[in-house]
C-alpha cells in the first residue's frame, strides 16, 4: 500500500497564465509567510502535489483556458467552486492514500454541485 504524502498546510502551489501572474501571486503568498512554489503547467503541478500541500492556486484563466485546450467540449470545465475546508481521511472524503472517495463527496457537497450546473446551464 503506497503512503499518503504529508501535508504541508504552509505549502501553496501556483499554476497562472503568465509569468507576471506567477511573480505577483508568488509575492502574495511569501509576504504571508507561506512557502510558495510556482509552476509551469499541469503536469508539473500534478507531479508537485504527490509531495503534500496545504493549498493550491489556480486562476479563472488557466483553469478554463490553458488546462482545456487537449480536451474536446464535453471534457471541459465549464464551473467550479472551492470549498473553505481540508478534505481528510479522517473526515471520511479521502480514502488512507488520500484518493477521492466520489460518492461520499457527491452527497455531501450536493447542494454546491448541483448549484454551479443549475447557473451554468440556465
Known sequence: MSQAPAIDQERVLVLAPTPADAALSRTIILDAGLACHVEADSDSLA?????????????????????????ARVETIKAFRLIEQLLTAEDEELTPTMKLKRTFVNVKYKDLIDGMYERSHG
Open 47 to 71: 507531479r508537485s502535489v504527490s509531495a503534500g500541500v496545504g493549498a493550491i492556486l489556480l486562476t479563472e484563466e488557466v483553469v478554463t483556458r490553458w488546462d482545456n485546450r487537449e480536451l
